[in-house]
């Protein structure tokens, strides 16, 4: 019997009639990818293939030649400033508009799903991908990335929710196994995921490459289960690309869609599963009855192929990069510029860094620079290019011609910061500097000059050794396309800082939580810190920092008064309405960023100092005052409850703290909260952490409450889901590895061809058995085999599998 798979607005037939005809075989099929960014299509049911493309802060569109890591290019689309820039902004609104804007460019070039967003909290400033992720702060990464996902899915496109879950750090991202406590992962990796799935309900979540407490995400029953049962979850989950590991037990935890195209290797296994029936066919129905909601929801957008407004999306990545933009010092009121006596000094003034390497790289339709943009400014500026790219020998003529010309100027703006091999995916960074002959050039300067303003890029916090010295910082992050333009609309100022930072800078790497135990070893990577991530971390134990979260300052000032504690009462749904007066007594119109932190002394359980419960950016003329009100959901101060597996509010006082960062508290008022949740019983939940990015390794597994994994690979024990990174020192995989990392590698970098230069190190930590996946490849599993016998110094059995081939 022939089905029709209708479309919507004719009758839709029903799913479950589709799936009763269906064969196993071709049920299947619809469980992996069709090429690299379609799903397949099924002509006999009229069901069509759907198509998916990176994200998030821009739609990268390959139409050519696929790959995911943007070493081919795409088509052009508009960059918008990249996950950790429109963070800063802590605006709603405009980040809701932005992905509506995403939507719009996807709706055009017949883009269902787009692979964002990803929301990875920052345990380490060192992940080579935080420029793609919002913040340290669980709670700010939920608030903008349901604000994000509910613009997007307004156009009817999908959202794809990433990289589900603890998939914070790039090193070995494909194997390592994130060991972490059922607290922490609650509170601090899983929170953001939680909110946005139950908030937006995200058309689908990417489970991540990496394992998660013993388990690979993609087949972890345990994590997947939260998602569909506990959170209610109604999408699909898509593997990340060639995450896989065995497709049977993926399907089996959850995962819809194996994405890219396995030419049926995947499919059959599913085919074999159901015969032999490891897996139910209800399973199978149950998994394909999703995608097929989604593939009729999403063909059946009315929407599909309309066309945008190019330049309203132009202005709208101008208008996120100012929003975003955070100015860190401003002594002597140096800025906004008064004088007409400028030198503009640093490559990046005309060669922006506005977006980070990877699957994120878009194409972007224009790049604005500082340079030009201040000549159509009408500001004739002298400039000076002042270092390379990659540190020369030309640098020291470089640093003295720029010297030159800043003596005798009025302000010397220097545009430094990270260069593009410092962030992409599938690295991390080793060090917290910016490169050396940057930091040279600007202490060269303030020799000559000291009326110095440091305008930053980079997606990551970074050190600034001259910071006491120079007057100015201005930290424009990724700003996309825009970034110059917006960078000299603030320095101009034409447009009033009002970014804040989403996550702390710390003096130095020492000083970060997690120093000892990043990026882990060969096999593991044990989060020892535990819920101490970011200010949580920096706040309670008193650390000092650069600056801290929550930081930016702003051409006015405001100031706070009046939280009025009558005016806070609780409501029947548990909620507590906060309100507070703010004022600009400045005289330019500015926006403030007002935060709300919660604390709880006197816990029967561990706390960090305090945690941002909400916040709200308003803008408010010189002079006017506002009163600010604000609602704060008690459920939302729940710790979770290992003993319960529950999230728990505790009865008792709470501090209400009305703040411009973590660290500058304006005002505070205290509450009592009644709660009928169940307390924790065992003391040694109480139990306070001494030195947190020292703890040790039996505190933690006492913490983690089961044995923890072996640390280290034990020789002769090589599989398919090693990684030639892992097995380096083994003797026939030593010189593969040093030839790609440390001469093939090396190369690229020097050619400043970043995406290649990260492909290599990907393939070196990526599991053997995806060597042998895709259609084309030269290698069979037989040569495989031999290669991991070679390895475990199997040596003629090796020998004979790679000469055999099959
Ligand atoms: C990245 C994902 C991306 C996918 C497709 C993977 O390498 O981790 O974020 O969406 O490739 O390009």
């Known amino acids: 019997m022939l089905i029709i798979f209708v479309k919507r607005g ?43 493309s990176d994200g998030p802060h821009g739609l990268r569109l390959q139409l050519k030649q696929a790959d995911n890591l943007g070493i081919n290019e795409s088509e052009k689309a508009t960059c918008f400033p990249s996950g950790a820039t429109i963070c800063n902004s802590w605006d709603v609104d405009l980040i809701y508009k932005m992905g509506e804007a995403l939507g719009e460019e996807c709706l055009k070039n017949n883009v269902h799903i787009l692979l964002g967003l990803g929301i990875n909290i920052k345990r380490s400033p060192l992940c080579g991908r935080n420029f793609e992720y919002f913040s340290e702060d669980p709670y700010l990464t939920s608030k903008m990335g349901i604000a ?56 689908s979540v990417m489970s991540a490459y990496n394992k998660l407490n013993g388990r690979y995400c993609t087949e972890n029953k345990e994590l997947l289960d939260m998602l569909k049962n506990e959170w209610e979850h109604k999408g699909i989950v898509i593997t990340d690309w060639g995450a896989e590991n065995n497709r049977v037990e993926g399907l089996i935890a959850g995962n819809e869609l194996e994405m890219p195209a396995t030419n049926g290797k995947s499919d059959l296994q599913i085919v074999q599963a159901v015969k032999e029936k490891v897996v139910s066919e209800e399973l199978l129905d149950e998994r394909v009855g999703r995608l097929l909601d989604i593939i009729d929801k999403l063909t059946s957008n009315e929407k599909l192929g309309q066309s945008y407004d190019k330049q309203k999306h132009f202005q709208l990545a101008t208008k996120i990069a100012e929003e975003s933009i955070v100015l860190l010092k401003n002594e002597d ?14 490559d990046m003034a005309k060669k922006p860094r506005y977006q980070g390497a990877g699957s994120s790289t878009i194409n972007s339709e224009i790049i604005e620079n500082a340079y030009d943009s201040f000549i159509s400014a009408e500001l004739k500026v002298d400039y000076a290019n002042g270092y390379s790219r990659l540190p020369s020998a030309g640098d020291k003529k470089l640093r003295k011609e720029a010297c030159e010309m800043a003596k005798g100027k009025d302000i010397v703006i220097v ?16 060090t917290l500097d910016i490169p050396t002959n940057q930091n040279k050039l600007i202490e060269d300067i303030l020799k000559v000059n000291k009326n110095v303003v440091v305008v930053l890029s980079g997606g990551a916090p970074v050190k600034m050794p001259w910071a006491h010295k120079v007057k100015a910082i201005v930290n424009g992050y990724l700003g996309g396309q825009a970034s110059g333009k917006a960078m000299v609309n603030v320095l101009m100022g034409k447009v009033n800082p009002s970014g804040k ?4 800078y710390p003096l130095k790497l020492k000083d970060t939580p997690s120093y000892y135990n990043f990026p882990g070893s060969n096999l593991n990577v044990e989060y020892r810190e535990g819920i101490y991530v970011g200010y949580r971390y920096y706040d309670t134990f008193d650390k000092e920092v650069l600056f801290p979260f929550g930081y930016g300052l702003s051409y006015t000032k405001f100031e706070y008064s009046d939280l009025r504690l009558d005016k806070i009462h609780m409501n029947k749904d548990g909620k507590i309405k906060l309100t507070v007066k703010v004022k600009n007594v400045g005289n330019m119109s500015g926006k403030e960023i007002v935060q709300i932190y919660v604390s709880k002394e006197n816990s029967h359980t561990y706390r960090v100092k305090h945690e941002l419960k909400n916040f709200q950016k308003v803008s408010l003329e010189a002079k006017e005052e506002k009163d600010i009100e604000i609602e704060l959901d008690v459920r939302n101060f729940a710790y979770y409850n290992i003993e319960e597996h529950m999230w728990c509010v505790e009865s008792g006082e709470y501090e209400i703290s009305v703040a411009a960062s973590s660290r500058d508290i304006k005002l505070t008022q205290k509450i009592q909260i009644k709660s009928n949740d169940p307390d924790l019983k065992e003391e040694k939940n109480k139990k306070v952490y001494k030195d947190v990015n020292k703890t040790l390794r039996k505190d933690f597994e006492s913490r983690y409450g089961k044995k923890l994994p072996l640390k280290k690979l034990k020789f002769m024990a090589a599989t398919a889901d090693n990684t030639i990174e892992q097995l380096r020192f083994r003797p026939i995989v030593m010189p593969i590895y040093i030839y790609q990392k440390y001469v093939k590698m090396k190369k690229l970098l020097k050619e400043q061809n970043v995406n290649k230069a990260t492909k290599v190190m990907m393939d070196l930590q990526k599991p053997l058995r995806c060597y042998v996946v895709k259609k084309d490849s030269k290698y069979t599993e037989e040569m495989l085999g031999g290669f991991i016998d070679l390895a475990n110094l199997r040596l003629i059995r090796g020998i004979k599998k790679i000469l055999n081939k099959k």
């Not at 196993?24 to 759907?50: F, V």
């Not at 990270?418 to 960074?429: F, I």
């Not at 930072?501 to 702390?504: A, P, V």
């Open 10 to 52: 004719t009758m839709m037939l029903d799913k479950n009639t589709i799936l009763k005809d269906m064969a196993i075989e071709e049920k299947a099929s619809l469980c992996s990818g069709g090429d690299y960014w379609h799903t397949k299509e099924l002509k006999k049911y009229n069901i069509p293939r759907l198509t998916m």
């Open 148 to 203: 994000y996902i509910n613009g997007l899915q307004s156009t009817g496109v999908g959202a794809c929710l990433k990289h589900f879950a603890a998939n914070n750090q790039e090193e070995r991202r494909r194997v390592i196994n994130a060991i972490i406590d059922e607290r922490t992962l609650r509170e601090i990796y899983l929170y953001a995921f939680e909110h946005i799935v139950k908030e937006t309900q995200p058309i």
């Open 333 to 346: 009121e140096i800025l906004p510029i008064k004088s007409k006596n400028i030198v503009v000094i640093g």
């Open 415 to 430: 545009f430094a910061g990270l260069t593009e091999e410092y962030e992409s995916e599938g690295m991390d960074r080793r």
């Open 501 to 504: 930072l989403s996550e702390t």
